[in-house]
């Protein structure tokens, strides 16, 4: 068994995956989005760094790059990994204070591996307000959902949400390769 998938058993609310996210759903998570015009970008949820390494391939060298991870678990891998990348152990909903606290006013642009359907209502309006506080007008949002889980009440709860709180929200066509398949939001504010 990985550790990704020992993670998923014993944290299955702060571990959203059975194993890393596919490279074709990474290259979906990490493409139009303009992270290379992107002068500050955030993973939350950047788990074992699977999406991570398409993500700094497309950036600029001056680009500011960190994630926020809550499964200390998974930051040794991480770290290990992407030893030049910053990443902080703390709840996704800290964003705005991170930001400000390394100086920076706004995110250009913020991807999530946060497992959304898992998440309460409640949970999933606060880190949807952190994520708006963090963008700036024009600023990107972009996560994946599980096909499965888009018929969950919480998951069909979160694609409304983001209809409402962006405005424009676009899905990618299905990554079939991943396990489970999934697709990527992207959205404008």
Partial sequence: MTNLTMQFLRK?????????????????????????NAGVVVELGPGTGAITRFIVQKLQKESVFFAIE???????????????REI????ASNLPEILKRRGLSSADVILSGLPWASF???L????LSA???????????ATFAYLQGTILPTGIKFRRKLK??????????IAWMNIPPAFVYRCWK
């Fill in 12 to 36: 299955p609310l702060t571990t959203g995956a059975i194993c890393p996210s596919s490279p074709e759903l990474s290259r979906l998570m990490a493409s139009d989005i303009g992270l290379e």
């Fill in 70 to 84: 809550l499964n200390e678990s998974v930051l040794p891998v991480f770290k290990e990994l992407f030893p030049d």
């Fill in 88 to 91: 902080y152990n703390e709840s």
């Fill in 120 to 122: 309460s209502s409640s």
């Fill in 124 to 127: 999933q309006d606060e880190i």
């Fill in 131 to 141: 994520i708006l506080k963090a963008l700036p007008k024009g600023g990107v949002f």
């Fill in 164 to 173: 409402h709180c962006f405005s424009r929200v676009e899905t990618s066509r």
